[in-house]
């Protein structure tokens, strides 16, 4: 007779982790104990030696799949002489956390159970089980126990208690666990009723809500993260009348399809792709469109992409499926977007959806399942890295938008850190917390410019903080004085007395990346830091930064020449006004033939003219986006935008991929001159040389300029690995290229793959500076 106790953490709760144990135990004839505590499940076993140690490996090898074991600690101790093994209440200890599991798609038995008629969860719409279901979006505090979340208020029928305490059962301490006769239900309201008054309950909801859809309404869904608004995709007048009242001019809506057989009607997949697209984390994956798909262009005007995911929770599958009532309804792929007006955050609670939503939805499908923090659907792409093996490549993730699935999973660092908090940049705002050896990047907060926005990060914030159990004893914010995350960071820190940290925009996309991938800082790398905007040591907007950094500091060893931005914003949201600033700064003609000129009539021209000279407003930049925005128009691609990025991602989309030639930027320490490839680039123009030419001659001219940058930073101080990050990096084509030539030089390259190459990512590289100058 042997002892032994074992210490488990990572995601090991709410997961089915403590009757896998249970049953485990049992087979290998041991007894003892297993209980769950805030840091993690305490196991006790006692037996046979051989059954022991076959014990400990069978623990990582048939772990349940939502199990995630970061670290397991076994020590010997004497048997206690117990003659069963028993599941023990929940400890909570002072301080402890650990990290929770996200939430996670219906499993493929609870989907089985859904349409089977026998089944007496048959068309319930929140069936779930310990391999699924609700997680992160429903926990108010842990340890993760049903009283500590939103599922509080349902207590459980005598069919669901049983299951409930069964070690052997599927839902043995499932804490959402549910029925019709003891849960959730679903009801429809019509658009316009503040009353709340219920017009149909329980499936007669479902059913009305597809006949609405095939109507070609709108419809406001309560969701797991909170509401999307649904309707036709194939139904342009639906689209047009979506975009109308959501102020949505061409931003792409994402899309649900019912299954992979009719993602693959309308977009090509690839394995990596399917892979994605069916993972429990069902996220937005970006898919190339086929031609003849059916979906309407309003969709996504200007792109070849789509961003299409599976249904993930039973009230989807049960919104695509045929109903009892009525014999025809198999729903075309829906517009799921979130539901929200323009860029505030997306609706959550009942009323606040009735509020917020009134006019933008023909009528709301809603529940009463609340959701306790919102979380937004996340988006990836697939960026297959040519030098590995197609096996490889399938987990070849791209993230975008990190939030639903995949927040709040850590990301692990390779050192120990103190409790900080970064509260990242203004787009795509994400903030993030350490604890120990992991930074909690939070879910997508959005663009933080408004009040709404501002109230949903301080609330997530707070969350965050008690859910792993962190006190920050440092904020770190970004440079710019202005951003909202900013002084939300100074004011606080001012509160409660804590030193701040004031971090360099691109400084921290560098060390994000070098976090992600584990690089303890104790060598310095090369990052090519590309992106929109970003507040400068000097002032400047930069945003073409080639830094040689490290978590404490960095040199500006390299930039994109500066040129001015005629009206700051003004320039942003129209690129014509950048393009012919820059031909200026350059001192090249405003060719009366180019459309960026067209775009002004003469006394524009003379004003826009004046301003430059006398620098009114004209702050400099050096940014890589504005020089995009520039390169598109001047193409003829498009002179002004109304979504971030979207000159650059329609020039982009045109890029003749089988184009070998380049337009050549010239490096000349330590700037990168633009000149001569504008001159270029004008003169293919007024050539009438085709517009994918010339993107794919743009793409092709920018990656070199990297590898001949770097190689003349590693000649000058011998640092031979790179780092890419910032928004920019989002644009693939230029990825693809950058990536191929740099390693064709011989170098070490990191690229993002658990958190956004955008702003999205950001406070992770904040945090981590922050606590490396503790
Ligand atoms: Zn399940
Ligand atoms: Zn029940
Ligand atoms: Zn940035």
Same mark, same amino acid.
């Given at each position: 007779m042997q002892g032994l106790r074992v210490h488990i953490s990572g995601i090991v709760q709410g997961v089915g982790f403590r009757p896998f144990v249970y049953n485990l135990a049992l087979r290998m004839n041991l007894a003892g104990w297993v209980n769950n505590t805030s840091a993690g499940v305490d196991i006790h076993i006692e037996g046979e030696e051989a059954n022991l140690r076959s014990f400990i490996e069978k623990l990582t090898s048939e772990k349940p799949p939502l199990a995630v074991m970061d670290e397991i600690s076994v020590k010997e101790v004497p048997p206690e002489n117990f003659t069963t093994f028993d599941i023990q209440h929940s400890t909570p200890i002072e301080g402890a956390f650990q990290p929770i599991s996200p939430d996670v798609a219906i499993c493929d038995d609870c989907l089985r159970e859904m349409f089977d008629p026998s089944d007496r969860r048959y068309r319930y719409p929140f069936i779930n089980c310990t391999n699924c279901g609700p997680r992160f979006t429903i !926990?108010? +505090? !842990?340890?993760?126990d049903r009283p500590k979340t @939103?599922?509080? $208020?349902f207590p459980l029928c005598p069919d669901c208690e049983r299951e409930y305490r069964d070690p052997t059962n599927r839902r043995f301490h499932a804490q959402p666990v549910a029925c019709s006769v003891c849960g959730p239900q679903v009801w429809l309201e019509n658009g316009?009723?503040?009353? $709340? %008054?219920?017009l149909l309950i329980g499936d007669e909801a479902i059913v009305q809500t597809q006949q609405l859809l095939v109507d070609g309404k709108i419809v406001a869904v309560k969701g797991l993260g909170g509401f999307h608004l649904a309707c036709d995709a194939t139904n342009p007048a639906a689209l047009t009348e979506l975009r109308a009242r959501k102020l949505r001019v061409d931003k792409p809506f994402a899309l649900m399809m019912p299954d992979i057989a009719t993602i693959e009607e309308h977009c090509f997949v690839s394995d990596a792709e399917r892979e994605l697209l069916i993972s429990v984390a069902r996220p937005i994956v970006l898919l190339k469109r086929r031609p003849e798909s059916n979906i309407a262009r309003e969709v996504s005007p200007g792109q070849d992409n789509i961003g299409v995911m599976l249904p993930y929770t039973p009230l989807h599958y049960l919104l695509f499926s045929d109903s009892l009532h009525s014999s025809s309804f198999i729903l075309h792929p829906l517009v799921m977007t979130s539901g929200n007006l323009s860029e505030e955050p997306i609706a959550t609670d009942n009323n606040e959806a009735r509020e917020r939503l009134s006019k933008l939805a023909d009528a709301f499908l809603f529940h009463n399942r609340d959701i306790h923090i919102r979380c937004d659907d996340s988006v990836v792409r697939v960026f297959a890295d040519n030098r590995k093996s197609e096996i490889e490549n399938r987990k070849s993730i791209y993230p975008l938008r990190r939030s639903r699935g995949y927040s709040p999973f850590p990301v692990k660092l390779p050192f120990e850190v103190k409790h900080v908090l970064a509260t990242g940049a203004e787009l795509k705002n994400t903030f993030c917390i350490t604890n120990k050896n992991y930074a909690f990047l939070s879910h997508h907060i959005g663009d933080m410019e408004n009040y709404e926005t501002l109230k949903s990060f301080e609330q997530g914030v707070e969350h965050f903080e008690r859910l792993f159990r962190v006190m920050p004893v440092a904020i770190a914010h970004d440079l710019?004085?202005?951003y909202l995350a900013t002084r939300y960071a100074l004011e606080r820190a001012e509160r409660e007395n804590l030193p701040t940290f004031n971090i360099q925009h691109h400084h921290a996309h560098i060390a994000a990346c070098m976090a992600e991938h584990g690089l303890d800082g104790s060598r310095p790398v090369i990052g090519l830091a590309f992106d929109g905007t970003g507040y400068g040591d000097d002032g400047a907007i930069w945003g073409g930064e080639i830094l040689v950094a490290d978590y404490r500091g960095y040199q500006r060893v390299g930039q994109l020449e500066y040129f001015p931005l005629p009206g700051g914003d003004a320039a942003i949201r129209k690129p014509a006004r950048t393009a012919l600033a820059l031909l200026w700064s350059l001192g090249m003609d405003w060719d009366a033939r180019l459309e960026s000129v067209k775009e002004f009539c003469a006394d524009d021209r003379t004003l826009l003219r004046t301003q430059l000279e006398k620098k009114i407003n004209t702050p400099l930049t050096s940014s890589m986006g504005r020089l995009f925005d520039a390169a598109a128009a001047l193409a003829g691609v498009r002179q002004s935008v109304n979504y971030e990025a979207q000159a650059a991602i329609e020039f982009e989309a045109l890029a003749d991929p089988l184009e070998g030639g380049k337009y050549s930027f010239t490096w000349s320490p330590p700037k990168i001159e633009i000149r001569s490839a504008i001159e270029a680039l004008v003169a293919d123009v007024l050539a009438g040389v085709p517009v994918a030419k010339i993107s794919a001659r743009f793409h092709n001219g920018l990656a070199d300029v990297c590898r001949v940058a770097s190689m003349g930073v590693r000649e000058a101080m011998g640092v031979n690995e790179v780092a890419l990050s910032g $928004?920019?990096? %989002?644009n693939l084509t230029l990825l693809d290229r950058t990536l191929l030539s740099l390693r064709e030089s011989g170098f070490q390259v990191y690229m993002h793959r658990?958190?956004? @190459?955008? +702003? $999205?990512?950001l406070a992770l590289g904040q945090a981590v500076i922050a606590a490396a100058k503790l």
């Open positions: !926990i108010k +505090d !842990i340890p993760y @939103t599922m509080a $208020g316009s009723n503040v009353e $709340g %008054q219920k710019h004085p202005n $928004g920019v990096w %989002q658990q958190v956004p @190459t955008n +702003d $999205g990512g």
